[in-house]
């Protein structure tokens, strides 16, 4: 029983940090139906900035998260512009195809600048442990959890109660229609590439500090683990990218924990086929309605 | 107040409306007829900028506003409640009712606007709390309008809200839009359902293939005999 509360404990950790990755996926696709596999990639340079915050600035935990967020939210809404915003009007294979192009480039222009080296993170965060029934819980881990709730609920709040979380949830739902009560969509698509990417750019520090190393290729794995994160909630969902990011979180460390963690990954996959075959919407996911 | 000067538009290579031209004056109750595909829609949507034009001008109040995005034209006062209401199902009916309102900043003119609404649709304010999804065709035409009009207008653009409705309905929907009307909005409506759509117009045009092939008074257009036989299943 301890081990499977820890083992439950080290998945919420680890899925928090997809939840927040799955959910730029799940926003950018419900306003303009693109995989933006370069998100994966933002939350790579997240973690650099954030390192280099730590490192050279010597800034703490809070500011570190707060600038990789920052440069991470105007990387996201420069990449839309030049990369995505001139296909608007292209078939979706385009867009997609294009954004695996702008997920090389920056993993490999990282690699260009950074090294292709494995960095250590720093440890900004005391060594204290919390000990709970038999069941560790370390500073990291109650930072992780804290600053992915205060983030989701920060989202939710800007979502549901601004104008802007407005503008966003009626282009998703109908770009012309929105225009027709005067939204620009343009600004608001740009909104959500910001929320997004400061959110994987948050990720990018959590884990950071999570797995204490950094490298340019780091954004593949987890980008792809948030992405069937983000199908298995419901793409396009909001509270299904939270859920969906604790789910996968908490069946890779169960599969590590019990199983072999060589097949952690393997599972992950086999799960994404499963849930396309069985239920291609996902948890929380609409049936796509055909426009007449 | 509105004019369109010969003004073409294309999809791809279908030249959807040819040199129309039209004109709407304060006041007024001007409708677009014609049957199905010949350009109703596009039109409207070419008005509220949601299709770009080819050639020709858009002019409010004698400004050109052919080349300003959708949302300005919103700003300058024109309002649209379009084709199949596209009103957005997974939120209520209140945050529809305020995305209508989006770009006015006078929050106590929208909270007498709002009552307005509720007052005009008392369903509407027992229902503001559902999701606009789960409203009857009427209602959500009901809706669709309001929301069109809480963006305090000067002209509004009714594109076929007579559309799917049962014929009670059809008829409610028509007097709302006098109502409209008679409280000082201006109102261009485009509709298949010609007879209603006369009889309560004061001029009207008939589209047919993207072009304008006739026009006049609504009395007019509907004693036509063209426009009895095409239009109105008149012998």
Do not use: W
């Amino acid at each position: 029983m301890e081990q499977f509360l820890q083992q439950v404990v080290n998945g919420i950790s680890l899925g928090s940090i997809y939840a927040l990755i799955a959910l730029g996926y799940t926003m950018v696709y419900g306003i303009i139906k693109l995989i933006n596999f370069a998100h994966g990639d933002v939350y790579m340079i997240g973690a650099y900035i954030g390192f280099a915050a730590i490192t050279y600035a010597k800034l703490g935990f809070f500011p570190a998260l707060l600038i990789s967020m920052i440069l991470c939210a105007i990387l996201g809404v420069v990449i839309e512009r030049i990369a995505y915003k001139p296909l608007r009007n292209s078939t979706r294979i385009a867009v997609l195809i294009t954004a695996i192009g702008v997920s090389l480039f920056l993993e490999y222009v990282m690699m260009f600048f950074v090294g292709a080296e494995v960095r250590s993170y720093p440890n900004v965060l005391s060594n204290y442990t919390l000990h709970l029934h038999g069941v560790v819980i370390n500073m990291q881990q109650i930072y992780i959890i804290v600053t992915a709730i205060a983030l989701m609920v920060l989202l939710q709040f800007i979502v549901h109660k601004t104008k802007t979380g407005k503008a966003m949830r009626a282009v998703s739902i109908d770009q012309d229609a929105a225009q027709l009560m005067g939204i620009n969509a343009d600004s608001t698509i740009s909104y959500t590439f910001a929320i997004g990417s400061a959110f994987a750019g948050a990720a990018g520090v959590l884990v950071g500090i999570y797995y204490n190393s950094i490298d340019p290729l780091m954004g593949i794995m987890p980008g792809l683990k948030a992405f069937v994160a983000a199908v298995f909630g419901g793409i396009g969902s909001i509270p299904g990218a939270m859920i969906g990011g604790l789910g996968i979180g908490i069946m890779e460390t169960l599969v590590s924990g019990y199983g072999n963690s060589m097949y952690r990954d393997a599972f992950v996959f086999l799960f994404l086929i499963l849930i396309l075959i069985l239920k291609p919407t996902g948890l929380m996911g609409k049936n796509i309605r055909e426009k007449v | 107040m509105l004019e369109i000067k010969k003004l073409n538009v294309y999809y791809g290579v279908i030249h959807a409306l040819k040199d129309v031209s039209l004109t709407v004056d304060e006041g007024e109750i001007v409708t677009l007829i014609g049957a199905n595909g010949a350009g109703k829609t596009t039109t409207l949507r070419t008005i509220s900028g949601l299709n770009k034009a080819t050639s020709g001008e858009i002019l409010l109040d004698g400004e050109p506003i052919t080349h300003i995005s959708a949302p300005q034209r919103v700003k300058l006062g024109i309002s649209q409640s379009p084709e199949g209401r596209r009103i957005f199902p997974e939120m209520t009916v209140l945050e529809n009712l305020e995305l209508g309102a989006f770009l006015r900043k006078d929050k106590n003119n929208i909270k007498k606007d709002l009552e307005a609404v509720y007052e005009r649709f008392p369903i509407l304010s027992d229902r503001k709390k559902q999701t606009a999804g789960t409203l009857s065709g009427g209602e959500q035409q009901m809706l669709a309008i309001s929301r069109a009009l809480m963006a305090k207008p000067r002209i509004l653009l009714l594109d076929e809200p007579s559309m799917g409705l049962a014929p009670l309905l059809v008829r409610e929907i028509f007097d709302i839009i006098k109502d409209i009307n008679n409280a000082g909005t201006t109102i261009l409506l485009v509709e298949q359902n010609a007879s209603m759509a006369l009889s309560i117009a004061h001029r009207a045009y008939v589209l047919e293939t993207g072009s304008i092939v006739m026009s006049g008074t609504g009395e007019e257009l509907a004693k036509s005999n063209e426009i009895q036989k095409a239009y109105l299943g008149g012998e």
